[in-house]
């Protein structure tokens, strides 16, 4: 993975970086937390991907609940809960639902939606010979998450007038200590914790992403490797060094002169998903209605996820004409080692004749290139990070820099990235009324 | 489909459209359009609905393409050529990919994806046993899309390696006229046309939509109906009925006090295709460097899809506590046939204890009212479109209220909603790239 500055002619990184007052010294508290390598602090997650114990107590229930059999595993969860690992999921094999005989499926199961129940309870499992053939993964952080309680008992239920035994086909995931902990204790079902300084958006490289990527053949050392490997970096008190820093800076010091939404513009469009997941790290993160003093600011940064080229084609002439109220990430790999050739002899010769005897390679960088210049012509600022590959590694650095990115950035404006106080507004009033 | 303003109590809709000077000569001028009749004018689109003539011609192509033996119906296009369609096909079956028996299937081919093509014309051609058994659809307004021309050529030869009679299988959608349209002609290949005047992100109801959807067997003359009817409503020149107007006029009335991003929140999963269909329509037809007099103004909104309730554990916080930047429209099916209970004899009984006897719909109800009523008490203004169920007829009625509210706030904000000229700047830098 490489943050790269150069290319955008807009700003000055190291003026961003001089702007960044007091970060220096919270890198220093940050390296502390790494130092102890305890989950007691906020910032508990720089230490997951360091935690090979971890790994092991997933890859045991792994060893235990998948086999050959396996044909879909279910993850129901929402948030935090499955964000990640469709992330990974989507990156790297997002394509194959389309290949019906391709194993296992991974299913994921978050809000309640009636017409996916119902697809998944009555025609789905009806095709399934063997409650081998099932896994289901319930993930809750608080363990009180209505939509994951909602469809976990209804799914259950329905397995369970086929199979007598689906409680041993269950994996949850969920706080130690949790009443969900205690209710799987209490029904002899597996489960996984988390820790509890680690909070939902922070938690993939924990047990919630590691272990339905593990049961699914996710290479999770390697995931968890990229993600040490650049935490090393991210922990850098040299600054200019530091590529959580200084994309924190940037992003802070765009702010200061109104860039309020944050795109993150991925070209490959198997990382639309790693997009949302960093939507809700930096919506749920700096979207805060008190600073940490306690002072009413509501301020935030609205995250925004573009795909190209096709939202060249949707809101590229938003992006270009439009306001100056937006910082973009362009987020991309720089593979080359799977293309396609135009073919020589085309169909259609008369029409788009620049692209006769290129690659799919060529088209797409080119078009890339011409964003850039096309961004840097009408004074739209952004940054570029760019990926080796599409792997395990590379998800998992790009996570770990983004999740530490978040915590620097909510230093610089001041804001408690770890918190969400606000969602509690409409679950109270929801409760109210499903109580009435 | 029905337009409600009642339970937002943050705003007066009567005050919003009496600030929406010179609308009404706007409708009157729309209605010339419509009694018209013909496609001359850029609000030419209000007329495909009506178009008779137009349904009959896809029909007759579809009787001579789409046979029983079809399993693959591909779909290459990009923005206004495919997010429409998209959006219908995910509202209606978006649950079927999952389903490896039910054909025949759209796929969608947007932008270059090397994984993507590759999957496709290697796996996916080699499982067909005969040619019939393929349709592939190439549809560029201008002819001229370097990606959609780019897949075609690709897909083509990999698909003639194989049949040597492929290009009766292919259908062009194209302006008549355009370049593509007479390789088309020139090469034997059964082509349709979309009129000049109708733009890409204003084409769902022309061949564009109508023949993809028809060919995969949805209801186009309920599609159409839905659009017809609602027609006569935002035609309407008593602004105070005529929710196109009702809307638009909310929307400039909210861009004046900063509320320079508009949130479509999808209450039905399945319905987030068609918020991204709108934010094309929104993002493109309102994001400008210049008004209508030509001066530089870089004005626009920017438009945000959230899917319910899953967003609200990933922005619900940013929404609820941060920057009062944001209007949203919430939309969702009233349609209560489909539900589930959440079962009496629970696993967990201990936790959420308070979904207990409750359907699907009493929880996610619930959740909408509760997020509804946080959103007034945070001072966050919406709006609400309900539709009656997610069927061809309020889809249709839905996606016509919109590109006519979208003439409408083009009006109100005084920039031109059918053009999209920055795009070009990109495109200009991309060719010059590729001819070096």
Redo the contacts between chains.
Sequence with gaps: MRLRFDDAKTYDLHEALRSAEGLAEYVSEVNNVADSGSYDAPEASVNLAVDAELRNRVKAVVAKKVTSELKYIFVIG???SN?GTKAVYDALYG?R????ETRPRL?FL??????????YTE??LSTLSNVNELLIVSISKS?????T??N???F??AAKKRWKTI?ERLVVITDDGS??A???YE?HVTYLTIPKQVG?RYSVLSAVGLFPLCALGVDIDALHQGASDIRSYCLNDDLAHNPAAQSAAVVAYHHQSGK??SDTFVF???LESLG?WY??LL??S?????DVDGNQV???I???VS????D???????????????LTTFVYSTDES???L??N????????E??NG?T????????L???K??HN??QVPFMSVELASITPYEIGAFMQFKMMEMMYLGKLLNVNPFD????E???????????K
């Design positions: 929402i948030g935090g964000l394509y639902d389309l290949e019906p299913v978050d809000t309640t939606n009636v017409t996916i129940l119902r697809f025609s789905i363990g009180g998450t209505t939509e309680i909602v976990t008992e209804i259950v239920a409680l009443a969900f205690q209710a799987a029904q939902g309020i939404i490959n469009s198997e949302k939507r809700q919506g749920e700096i979207g805060k209605e008190h509501f301020t935030g609205t995250p925004t795909v190209g080229s096709t060249l084609h949707s809101v590229g002439q938003l992006y270009l004409g439009g306001p100056k109220d937006k799977q293309k396609l135009v073919p002899e085309r169909t259609f010769s008369s029409v788009v620049m692209v290129k799919t390679n060529d088209v797409m960088s080119a078009i290139e011409g964003v210049i096309a012509k009408q969400q106080p606000n969602v507004s409409y679950k109270l009033e929801t409760k109210r009324i499903l109580e």
